[in-house]
C-alpha cells in the first residue's frame, strides 16, 4: 500500500507537499485543480518501471498506447520553475518483509531528482532507498555517479535503478525488485471507458485487470468466473442495488465459447436486450465494478471519475462498493471524483463506524495563480469535514436561498 506521495515541480503543482495516503484515498475538487496530475505522477513511475527499454533515460513519458502521454521533460515541469529540477518521492507497505543488510523491513521510501542539462537532455540527479537509517542509491559527484557512501562508478539506470543491479549487491537487486513490485500491483482505469459492443471476443485469456478504458471487462469476468473469484457473486448485487438493471448474462454465441453477448433485464419480468441497447450508465460503471472484486488482493487501484454516467442515487451506492473493497478484500483505493453524493456517503459511513476516517484521506484541490493547492479535509469520527472548503459543490444552499427570495416576491405581486 502507497502511504506517501510527493511531488516537486511536476505540471502544475510547486510542490504537492507530503501527501499521506489512505487505504481509501479521494481527490476532489474543480477541472483543472491537478487531481489528475497527482495520479499522473505515480503512472508515469509505473510505466518507467514496465519499459523494457531506453535504461539510459532516468523516466518513460509515454506515448500514444501508454497510460499516460506525457511527451517530454519541458512539458511537465512546473512553470514558472525558479528550480526546473523534478523531485519525486514515495512511500510504501509491501506484503510481505524483504531483507536488506540483515535488517527486516515491510517499509520503504524512495526519493529520485530529475533535472534538465545544459545540453537540453533530461539527466537523472540521483535516487535513494531510505529503510530505518540506511540509504541506498546513486548519486552524481564531480567524478561521475557514484553509489551513495560509495566510491564504486554506476553506468545504465533509470530513475529507480540499475541495468544489473545484482553486480552492485544484493540490496539494489531487492529494492529494485520492491519498487518494481509495487508499481506491478497498480491497476489503472481512466475516466473514458469503452463504448459498449454487440458480442465480445474471448480467447480464454486471463487480463491482469480491465484495461485503461475498460476494453478488457468482459474478458476478467469471464476469467473471473474460470478462476472461482468473487465476480459472479457481487456484480449482480452491486448493479441491482445501484438500481441499474435486475439481472443480467454473459451468453456465449456459438459452440466455440470465443464469442460472447451481453444481455440484461432492466427490470424483473422486462425485456431481455443487449447491454448496447440501454442508458449509458451500466457499460461505464461495470470496469469499476469488475476491477473492485477480480484484481487481486493487495492491489492499488487507480480510478478516474468512477461515478461518471450515473444518476445520483447510483454515486451514492457506489461509495459503498469502494468501502466493501478495501476492508473486505484488501486493496487501495485511490480515486479523482467529482462527485458529492459518493462523499456524502463516505461520511455517513464513517459516522456508521463502517470505515475508520484513519483509513480515509481525502484531499481538496484548487489552483491559484496557475499553480495548485492541495488541503487535507479534516474528517472526524462522525464523518464530519471541519475544514469544509468554501463553495465545494457549489452553494446550494445560497441558490435555495435566493429562489426562495423570488417566490416571495413574486407572491407578493400576486396578491
Known amino acids: 500500500m502507497i502511504t506517501e506521495l510527493r511531488a516537486q515541480n511536476f505540471k502544475s503543482w510547486k510542490d504537492t507537499g507530503r501527501l499521506q495516503f489512505a487505504p481509501l484515498t479521494g481527490l476532489f475538487g474543480a477541472n483543472s485543480s491537478g487531481k489528475t496530475s497527482i495520479l499522473q505522477v505515480l503512472l508515469m513511475l509505473k510505466q518507467t518501471a514496465e519499459q523494457p527499454s531506453d535504461w539510459n533515460e532516468p523516466l518513460y513519458f509515454g506515448d500514444e498506447g501508454s497510460l499516460v502521454n506525457l511527451g517530454n521533460f519541458d512539458n511537465i515541469i512546473h512553470r514558472p520553475a525558479h528550480d526546473p529540477n523534478l523531485n519525486i518521492s514515495v512511500s510504501w507497505r509491501m506484503p510481505e518483509q ?78 529494485q525488485n520492491a519498487f518494481e513490485n509495487l508499481f506491478s500491483r497498480i491497476h489503472y482505469l481512466g475516466p473514458l471507458r469503452e463504448y459498449p459492443r454487440r458480442h465480445y471476443p474471448w480467447g480464454g485469456d486471463h487480463p491482469k485487470g480491465v484495461g485503461q478504458f475498460g476494453e478488457k471487462t468482459i474478458s476478467a469476468m469471464l476469467s473471473g ?10 456484480i449482480p448485487k452491486w448493479l441491482k442495488r445501484l438500481e441499474l438493471i435486475d439481472s443480467y448474462e454473459l451468453r456465449p454465441l456459438s459452440d466455440t465459447g470465443q464469442d460472447y453477448a451481453f444481455f440484461i433485464r432492466q427490470y424483473k419480468g422486462g425485456p431481455e436486450v443487449q ?9 461505464q460503471v461495470l470496469p469499476v465494478l469488475i476491477l473492485c472484486y477480480y484484481a487481486p488482493e493487495g492491489s492499488i487501484l487507480i480510478l478516474e471519475q468512477p461515478e461518471a454516467h450515473l444518476h445520483p442515487k447510483a454515486q451514492t451506492e457506489l461509495a459503498d462498493v469502494l468501502i466493501d473493497a478495501v ?22 459511513r464513517i459516522a456508521e463506524k463502517e470505515i475508520a476516517s484513519v483509513d480515509t484521506a481525502l484531499y481538496f484541490c484548487e489552483i491559484n495563480d496557475g499553480t495548485s493547492e492541495i488541503e487535507r479535509l ?38
Open 98 to 175: 524483504i531483507d536488506i543488510r540483515s535488517n527486516f523491513t515491510d517499509s520503504l521510501s524512495f526519493s529520485t531528482v530529475i533535472v534538465k542539462n545544459k545540453y537540453g537532455d533530461t539527466e537523472l540527479e540521483g535516487f535513494r532507498y531510505t529503510f530505518g537509517k540506511y540509504n541506498v542509491g546513486i548519486e552524481w559527484t564531480p567524478q561521475g555517479y557514484k553509489l551513495i557512501n560509495n566510491n564504486i562508478p554506476a553506468t545504465s539506470f533509470r530513475c529507480y535503478g540499475l541495468v544489473s543491479p545484482s553486480n552492485y549487491g544484493e540490496d539494489y537487486l531487492s529494492l
Open 225 to 234: 468466473r474460470i478462476r472461482g473469484l468473487p465476480t459472479d457473486e457481487q
Open 327 to 348: 476492508t473486505n478484500r484488501n486493496v487501495q483505493i485511490i480515486l479523482e471524483s467529482h462527485s458529492e453524493y459518493l462523499l456524502s456517503r463516505l461520511q455517513r
Open 275 to 283: 447491454l448496447i441497447d440501454i442508458g449509458f450508465g451500466v457499460s
Open 378 to 415: 479534516d474528517v472526524d469520527e462522525y464523518g464530519n469535514i471541519r475544514n469544509w472548503p468554501q463553495d465545494f459543490f457549489g452553494d446550494v444552499t445560497g441558490e435555495l436561498i435566493k429562489k426562495t427570495k423570488v417566490e416571495m416576491q413574486q407572491r407578493k405581486v400576486m396578491s
